[in-house]
């Protein structure tokens, strides 16, 4: 992996540093007593301290500078560098496979790119018509080159049984969530591509409204993103609206732009989506399976980046969601625990079908996670902060209403006090278990604002209380043999974990981690074959459900239907 990375900058935005069995050693050592050694620290203290925004801002930047160029299945990487570089200097570069060999190529200068489009030839074919859009999407041909393999960068996660047996490699559970999240995180890689195709969209939307901007939101960005999870993306129409660019004359004369009025903010999301989704179908550059499912709460444009090998879903003025993402990031860089916790639990719930790919009445990743951080603000002390205490951190700057909801929290991360909490992650990991394993979901809600149980306003199987708007359950869609399920393997893993920690040695392999992400040890019990069968046939009835609703009106369950 290492060796196919030909980029200046190997830092991951989120991620952390020493992947090596040595440097994994050294941390075994010293997670017993819950510290860090110095060169953990100051890795740690080095990428942490980013804000969001400056994040992204340097990341689309990176987009923005970058192409992606279509290759042949062998290419001659020297001469393919010298070829580009004609047009400017290369910054970076890294080829990676989905279903053909492509790369990405960032420029110094952004003229280099004008160069390079303006060499770069209208395709012509003698049976099809081409449609003419220019775009940062190429591919290059290489006749005569003496053409060799280049080393692609994976953009897949490890295959699962792979990644139990590196877990059992592993010294303690710390050890083991560790390389877990080294494992499955997103990679620099896959960051970089992930920006680049919403620049790739972003340059679509632009052409009819110059001053909007594609932003990413979700795993993509908010410090829990797993290789190959989808890219979620947002239209950010925020600055079209109200706000004079010019000078107006004085006096009493103004002028305003001549708008088309429509009945609601919804109607003009599904008119502005609509004509986006029928140019990403028409001309999109490498998108296909471009689905429209504008009735949806939250209407959307549905689509796979081929080339990329992203599942899209593209939304319009969607704030709220932007700043979700940032508070999630704010919580995955505080304590470096909160990401190994959440992608191990994220694991696990993948795993026993707790929460799945097809929308249903599971637990979603963004409840999951939410439950983890309300997990992690009941411990004493506490490991994270409350949302409350957050927003007591917040500077004028930090102020923030959107939609009439309060989004006020600190967003300068060197401001957040560290925890005094210094339980280790294994301690962490089978205090969730029993956490879960015996709260009262009949009677309390999740609330990460206040760090504290409530009773339920209203009867939901499972109550987590949106951070923002803070009348809605972000996880009303999951019923109440879910939460039943999830109590269950809860339990059943938690007795699993305490049983190996009581002997005194890993007598048993797979241990740990790697044991609660294979099935349990009463999988064969006719309990759990019962319960599988439910599941199974809960799947295909939600399956059938979803199929139906997009046949018959385009609409289909997607994430934030989830909450009324
Ligand atoms: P993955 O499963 O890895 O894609 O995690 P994700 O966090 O990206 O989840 P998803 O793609 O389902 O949703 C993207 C983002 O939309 C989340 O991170 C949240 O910010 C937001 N979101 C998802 N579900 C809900 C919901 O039920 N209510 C609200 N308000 N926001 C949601
Ligand atoms: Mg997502």
């Known amino acids: 992996m290492e060796s196919c990375i030909r980029l200046s900058s190997v830092v991951r935005s989120t991620g952390r540093a020493l992947s090596t069995a040595a440097g994994r050693q050294q941390r075994a050592l010293v997670a017993e007593a819950g510290v ?3 060169q953990e620290k100051q890795t740690e203290e080095k990428h942490i301290r980013k804000n969001f925004e400056d994040v992204q801002k340097e990341r689309q930047n990176q987009g923005r500078h970058s192409v992606l160029i279509g290759c042949p299945p062998k290419v001659n990487e020297n001469k393919f560098l010298k070829y580009l570089s004609q047009h400017g200097k290369v910054a970076n570069h890294f080829f990676f496979s989905s279903n053909s060999t492509n790369a990405v190529v960032e420029f110094v200068d952004a003229e280099s790119i004008d160069s390079l489009l303006a060499a770069t030839k209208i395709p012509t ?81 632009t052409a009819y409204f110059p001053e909007a901007s594609v932003s990413l939101y979700g795993s993509s960005v908010n410090s829990f993103g797993k290789m190959g999870c989808d890219l979620d993306l947002f239209l950010d129409l925020e ?56 009735n949806a709460r939250c209407p959307l444009v549905r ?21 979700s993402s940032e ?20 694991s696990w719930a993948r795993v026993h079908g707790i929460t799945s790919s097809i929308p249903g009445h599971w ?5 999951l996670t939410t439950m983890i951080l309300f997990f992690l603000q009941k411990r004493t002390p506490p490991v994270i902060p409350t949302l409350d205490q957050l927003k007591s951190l917040a500077g004028k700057k930090d102020k923030c209403i959107i939609e009439g909801n309060d989004c006020t929290f600190i967003r300068d991360l060197n401001k957040v006090k560290p925890s005094a909490n210094t339980e280790p992650l ?63 393997i809860a339990q059943e893993s938690a007795f699993i974990l305490q049983d190996q920690m009581s002997q005194s040695s890993k007598s048993k392999n797979p241990w740990g981690l790697a044991s609660i992400l294979l099935s349990s040890s009463t999988e064969n019990s006719s309990t759990t074959k019962k319960k599988k069968k439910v599941e199974a046939r809960e799947r295909i009835v939600s399956l059938l459900e979803s199929l139906r609703n997009k046949d018959n009106s385009g609409k289909t369950d997607v994430k934030p239907e989830a909450e009324h």
């Open 426 to 488: 294994a301690t962490l990991l089978i205090e969730f278990l029993e956490f879960y394993g015996k709260f009262d979901f009949k009677t309390h809600c999740i609330d990460i604002r206040k760090g504290t149980e409530k009773n339920k306003p209203e009867s939901s199987p499972l109550y987590i209380q949106n951070p923002f708007e803070q009348t809605l359950n972000i996880s009303k869609n999951v019923n109440q043999s879910q939460v039943h399920r999830f109590v269950d």
């Open 327 to 346: 508070l999630l990031y704010i919580y995955g860089n505080i304590d470096s625990r909160v990401r190994a916790l959440v992608f191990a639990l994220r």
């Open 239 to 294: 600055s079209l609206k109200g706000h004079r660019t010019g000078k107006q004359a004085g006096g009493s004369i103004t002028t305003e732009f001549w708008m088309r009025r429509v009945s609601s903010r919804r109607a003009a999301q599904q008119k502005i989506l609509s004509v986006i989704g029928e140019c990403l179908d028409g001309f999109g550059p490498g998108c296909i399976e471009v689905q429209k499912i504008l």
């Open 125 to 205: 074919d003698e049976d099809m018509c081409v449609v003419p859009f220019k775009s940062r999407f190429i591919k290059i041909k290489a006749k005569d080159l003496d053409q060799h393999s280049v080393q692609c960068c994976p953009q897949s996660s490890i295959a699962f049984s792979d990644l139990i047996e590196k877990l059992c490699t592993g010294e303690s559970i710390e050890d083991q969530a560790q390389i877990l999240l080294e494992e499955l995180q997103l990679t620099e890689e896959s960051i970089r591509l992930r920006y680049l195709v919403s620049t790739l969209i972003s340059d679509i939307a």
């Open 303 to 323: 689509f796979s980046h081929q080339a990329a090998g992203l599942p899209c879903d593209l939304t319009a003025d969607n704030r709220i969601a932007l700043t």
């Open 36 to 38: 860090f050694t110095d």
């Open 363 to 367: 637990i979603t990743n963004f409840s």
